[in-house]
């Protein structure tokens, strides 16, 4: 089989997944979704490594190849094709993509198995996995749209997955209203790019781009903003990023699929498959790395007081993809990049070890009133320890090489740049500092009363459900989290997806060590040869020497700061807290994003719509469109009927009246 | 003899039938009065064709005779309708198609 058809295959499998599930809901037995479901992105993975083998027989400059299924329009100007485009970037895309979402529904067979609505899941969990795949793959801007709007709905659909919980629905609707407005930048940006190129496909437009756009050129940065507008509401940047932590309210399966591996880092993604337009507009590019480097710091800050373990991940998602759109937009393509992969891995598992604390948990997320479970669930703790290693950048593990290689590679650019790394090295304390309050929480301490349980072999069960984050009482029918909880300890699958993500996160670090192997850098290089910077920009090996050791530092430091104030001093952080309690609140009040925005923009709009509803419709549209027309056509009606009496004779009057003026007009007109 | 006493009666005939239509209130002197009219067209129609000494008239003039026939034919059955279902025999008082 060639590439091309390797290329339908992996976004096929998906597909025919999430619709032979959805259609035979009835009919599977117990338990065959969530098997359906991984064997289809299990293939689309298989079809994703057999597209990488036929893209490596290619030669060099052949590693790009098109591949058109039909055109959707051919009019003058507009060339709407289904088209998909392969290279080395989309490829590398869907490796991580598939990789990673295949382990997670592995994750979620035994993870969500006492869910009622488990068939569900998976088609919704499939139906995900096509959009983003569609969305990676995708040959021309139209088709992303597509994917990018698929990839919304999906998100929408899984977050308010637990629909009677209404924490849940709102926290979907507030996803799914700002990815919109992501969708509209994206769509904008479009619009202006196709304006000066003339073409919606990604070849043609990027090939054209210096004879279309002059360097800085006003339209060509507006669209790049609005591509920007669009990645940063995808990708959970500053100001478009209060939908993420909210968005935890999904199971969490989900929030490691969707809302730490995959669909956040589109963003990253669609930078980078863009930089021949962000390298010819390099002000929007600028405005993409301070955005980026502005996340890094605010997520972190946030992650390092906020109570609820789910949100401490959220945020550092947020933080960490902070770092891969500093990255791109520096034009650190291979970094950001190799940093998406290396998060997707060590993120995604810390997304399970959190799930499996919760279960443990009974369902309960607060810090606070967990703790001691490094006895209870000694495979969690592990595989949390892992993650939270790559995670802070520990050596060999592997966030040390990425994100110490995206914070080399800004600093080479030797302009202002520099302050910006300057601000991740602070963002990588911050990082081993939180990611290890978090783990030393929850893991050392004194056993609470589930942990207890646990040791003593039997899984804690509340007394009764109840929403975690208001403490409703839920039953466990459909709609609801089920009545079973599951733990990695127990369920061989769980163990098994969390054990390869786990190997992965030690070692595909060593995809890319500066100097040493560099096959990430070349894998890539065909979709970057038209790049300025690619080969250019390249910190020094002093610089590389100094940013890894540097991270080291930071990163243990961070590790034993954590452990000197959670673990060794248990009323540190209770001191500490009341010393800088003006910072404190500010950090777990999330730097008030959530109340500005509701200050700024969602009270102006609810005004603007009450405004509508009870003056402009009740006085403009009631009164004077509706009733002005009614009462036009009543009194019209009125007139009408006063001539219909009734009366033969009158009837026969009128008849003889108009012939007669009929016949006398005639007369007189004919003499 | 001119055309012109031909066509005063034919007026004078149209007047009388009109005048009925206009001021009787009794379906059936209605039906009569329009009778009248039609016949006065009749004349009319006959009269021209004479002085112009061509037959279309006069065969014009049959064909208003066949449908006068039928509309007394449907008239007077409407009148009998109205009479067996006790309905008043008064154009003034049939008056329900008022808006």
């Given at each position: 089989m060639g590439l091309e058809t390797f290329g339908w295959l992996i976004l096929l499998c998906p597909l025919a997944g999430c619709v032979v599930i959805s259609l035979g809901a009835k009919l599977w037995p117990e338990g065959a979704p969530g098997w359906i479901g991984t064997a289809a992105i299990a293939a689309s993975f298989a079809s994703s490594i057999g597209a990488l083998f036929a893209l490596e027989d290619l030669g060099e400059e052949e590693r790009q190849v098109v591949t058109v299924a039909w055109?959707?329009?051919?009019?003058?100007?507009?060339d709407a094709q289904l088209s998909l485009l392969l290279d080395p970037l989309s490829i590398f895309m869907a490796l991580t993509v598939s990789g990673v979402s295949t382990l997670i529904h592995l994750y979620s067979v035994s993870y969500m198995r006492s869910d009622r609505g488990y068939t569900r899941f998976f088609a919704y969990l499939n139906f995900f996995v096509f959009s983003m795949l569609l969305l990676v793959l995708a040959g021309n801007?139209?088709?992303?749209?597509?994917?990018?709007?698929?990839?919304?709905?999906?998100?929408?659909?899984?977050?308010?997955?637990w629909y009677r919980r209404t924490t849940a629905t709102r926290a979907g609707i507030k996803a799914f209203v700002i990815n919109v407005i992501g969708d509209i930048g994206l769509v904008l940006g479009t619009y202006f790019i196709f304006k000066g190129s003339g073409s919606l496909d990604f070849l043609t437009t990027f090939d054209s781009v210096e004879e279309s756009f002059s360097r800085n050129d006003g339209d060509l940065v507006a669209g790049c903003i609005g591509l920007l507008v669009g990645a940063f509401a995808k990708s959970a940047q500053v100001p478009l990023h209060t939908w993420l932590p909210d968005a935890m309210e999904g199971p969490t399966p989900v929030s490691a699929l969707i809302h730490a591996a995959t669909m956040v880092t589109a963003g990253v993604y669609l930078i980078a498959r863009m930089h021949p337009l962000f390298e010819q507009a390099p002000t929007a590019a600028d405005v993409g790395a301070i955005v980026g480097c502005a996340t890094l710091v605010i997520a972190a800050t946030i992650a390092l007081v906020v109570t609820d373990l789910k949100r401490v991940i959220a945020y550092s998602t947020m933080s960490q993809i902070g770092y891969m759109i500093m990255a791109v937009s520096s034009f650190a393509y291979t970094a950001g990049?190799?940093?998406?992969?290396?998060?997707?891995?060590?993120?995604?598992?810390?997304?399970?070890?959190?799930?499996?604390?919760?279960?443990?948990m009974a369902g309960n997320q607060n810090l606070d009133e967990m703790g001691g479970f490094r006895r209870a669930m000694p495979f969690t703790f592990g595989c949390m320890v892992i993650g939270g290693l790559a995670l802070s950048g520990v050596p060999p593990f592997s966030g040390?090489?990425?994100?110490?290689?995206?914070?080399?590679?800004?600093?080479?650019?030797?302009?202002?740049?520099?302050?910006?790394?300057?601000l991740g090295f602070v963002g990588s304390l911050l990082t081993a500092i939180y990611t290890f309050r978090m783990i030393f929480r929850a893991f050392l301490g004194d056993p609470v009363e589930p942990a207890r349980d646990l040791e003593q072999g039997h899984l804690y069960h509340a007394p009764e459900h109840t929403n975690p984050a208001t403490g409703e009482v839920e039953d466990t029918d459909v709609?609801?989290?089920?009545?079973?909880?599951?733990?990695a300890e127990q369920e061989g699958s769980m163990k098994v997806a969390m054990g390869c993500l786990a190997v992965l996160a030690i070692v595909g670090g060593f995809l890319q060590i500066p100097g040493v192997t560099e096959v990430l850098h070349h894998f890539l290089e065909p979709t970057f040869a038209d790049s300025a910077y690619y080969e250019e920009l390249h910190p020094s090996d002093g610089l590389t020497a100094l940013g890894l050791f540097t991270g080291t530092v930071l990163a243990l430091g961070g590790i034993a700061l954590a452990y000197h104030l959670w673990v060794r001093t248990p009323d540190a952080p209770g001191s500490?807290?009341?010393?800088l309690a003006p910072v404190h609140s500010f950090f777990f009040n999330k730097w008030y994003f959530d109340e500005i925005i509701n200050t700024l923009i969602v009270r102006p709009f609810a005004w603007f719509g009450r405004f509508g509803r009870n003056t402009f419709e009740r006085i403009v549209i009631s009164g004077l469109f509706v009733g002005g027309t009614t009462g036009a056509v009543r009194a019209g009606s009125a007139a009408v009927r006063a001539a219909q009496s009734g009366y033969l004779r009158y009837y026969a009057a009128l008849l003889l009246l108009g012939v007669t003026v009929l016949g006398a007009y005639f007369l007189l007109a004919g003499s | 003899m001119s055309i012109t006493w031909y066509l005063c009666v034919s007026a004078i005939v149209f007047c009388t039938g009109v005048g009925g239509v206009l001021t009787r209130?009794?379906?059936?002197?209605?039906?009569?009065?329009?009778?009248?009219m039609l016949n006065a067209a009749n004349l009319a129609l006959v009269a021209f064709a004479r002085a112009h000494g061509n037959q279309e008239g006069q065969i014009f003039a049959l064909i208003v005779m066949v449908v006068a026939a039928c509309e007394v034919a449907v008239g007077l059955g409407l009148i009998v309708a109205l009479y067996r279902r006790r309905l008043p025999i008064d154009v003034d008082e049939l008056r329900e198609l008022q808006g």
């Amino acid at each position: 089989m060639g590439l091309e058809t390797f290329g339908w295959l992996i976004l096929l499998c998906p597909l025919a997944g999430c619709v032979v599930i959805s259609l035979g809901a009835k009919l599977w037995p117990e338990g065959a979704p969530g098997w359906i479901g991984t064997a289809a992105i299990a293939a689309s993975f298989a079809s994703s490594i057999g597209a990488l083998f036929a893209l490596e027989d290619l030669g060099e400059e052949e590693r790009q190849v098109v591949t058109v299924a039909w055109d959707y329009a051919s009019t003058a100007g507009v060339d709407a094709q289904l088209s998909l485009l392969l290279d080395p970037l989309s490829i590398f895309m869907a490796l991580t993509v598939s990789g990673v979402s295949t382990l997670i529904h592995l994750y979620s067979v035994s993870y969500m198995r006492s869910d009622r609505g488990y068939t569900r899941f998976f088609a919704y969990l499939n139906f995900f996995v096509f959009s983003m795949l569609l969305l990676v793959l995708a040959g021309n801007f139209l088709l992303l749209i597509v994917g990018w709007a698929f990839v919304g709905a999906a998100s929408y659909l899984l977050i308010s997955y637990w629909y009677r919980r209404t924490t849940a629905t709102r926290a979907g609707i507030k996803a799914f209203v700002i990815n919109v407005i992501g969708d509209i930048g994206l769509v904008l940006g479009t619009y202006f790019i196709f304006k000066g190129s003339g073409s919606l496909d990604f070849l043609t437009t990027f090939d054209s781009v210096e004879e279309s756009f002059s360097r800085n050129d006003g339209d060509l940065v507006a669209g790049c903003i609005g591509l920007l507008v669009g990645a940063f509401a995808k990708s959970a940047q500053v100001p478009l990023h209060t939908w993420l932590p909210d968005a935890m309210e999904g199971p969490t399966p989900v929030s490691a699929l969707i809302h730490a591996a995959t669909m956040v880092t589109a963003g990253v993604y669609l930078i980078a498959r863009m930089h021949p337009l962000f390298e010819q507009a390099p002000t929007a590019a600028d405005v993409g790395a301070i955005v980026g480097c502005a996340t890094l710091v605010i997520a972190a800050t946030i992650a390092l007081v906020v109570t609820d373990l789910k949100r401490v991940i959220a945020y550092s998602t947020m933080s960490q993809i902070g770092y891969m759109i500093m990255a791109v937009s520096s034009f650190a393509y291979t970094a950001g990049l190799f940093h998406l992969m290396t998060h997707a891995f060590f993120k995604a598992l810390l997304f399970m070890a959190a799930g499996s604390v919760i279960a443990a948990m009974a369902g309960n997320q607060n810090l606070d009133e967990m703790g001691g479970f490094r006895r209870a669930m000694p495979f969690t703790f592990g595989c949390m320890v892992i993650g939270g290693l790559a995670l802070s950048g520990v050596p060999p593990f592997s966030g040390f090489f990425s994100k110490d290689e995206i914070l080399a590679y800004v600093a080479a650019r030797d302009d202002w740049h520099v302050a910006l790394a300057g601000l991740g090295f602070v963002g990588s304390l911050l990082t081993a500092i939180y990611t290890f309050r978090m783990i030393f929480r929850a893991f050392l301490g004194d056993p609470v009363e589930p942990a207890r349980d646990l040791e003593q072999g039997h899984l804690y069960h509340a007394p009764e459900h109840t929403n975690p984050a208001t403490g409703e009482v839920e039953d466990t029918d459909v709609g609801f989290p089920g009545a079973d909880h599951h733990i990695a300890e127990q369920e061989g699958s769980m163990k098994v997806a969390m054990g390869c993500l786990a190997v992965l996160a030690i070692v595909g670090g060593f995809l890319q060590i500066p100097g040493v192997t560099e096959v990430l850098h070349h894998f890539l290089e065909p979709t970057f040869a038209d790049s300025a910077y690619y080969e250019e920009l390249h910190p020094s090996d002093g610089l590389t020497a100094l940013g890894l050791f540097t991270g080291t530092v930071l990163a243990l430091g961070g590790i034993a700061l954590a452990y000197h104030l959670w673990v060794r001093t248990p009323d540190a952080p209770g001191s500490l807290r009341a010393k800088l309690a003006p910072v404190h609140s500010f950090f777990f009040n999330k730097w008030y994003f959530d109340e500005i925005i509701n200050t700024l923009i969602v009270r102006p709009f609810a005004w603007f719509g009450r405004f509508g509803r009870n003056t402009f419709e009740r006085i403009v549209i009631s009164g004077l469109f509706v009733g002005g027309t009614t009462g036009a056509v009543r009194a019209g009606s009125a007139a009408v009927r006063a001539a219909q009496s009734g009366y033969l004779r009158y009837y026969a009057a009128l008849l003889l009246l108009g012939v007669t003026v009929l016949g006398a007009y005639f007369l007189l007109a004919g003499s | 003899m001119s055309i012109t006493w031909y066509l005063c009666v034919s007026a004078i005939v149209f007047c009388t039938g009109v005048g009925g239509v206009l001021t009787r209130r009794n379906p059936l002197v209605v039906l009569l009065s329009l009778e009248l009219m039609l016949n006065a067209a009749n004349l009319a129609l006959v009269a021209f064709a004479r002085a112009h000494g061509n037959q279309e008239g006069q065969i014009f003039a049959l064909i208003v005779m066949v449908v006068a026939a039928c509309e007394v034919a449907v008239g007077l059955g409407l009148i009998v309708a109205l009479y067996r279902r006790r309905l008043p025999i008064d154009v003034d008082e049939l008056r329900e198609l008022q808006g």
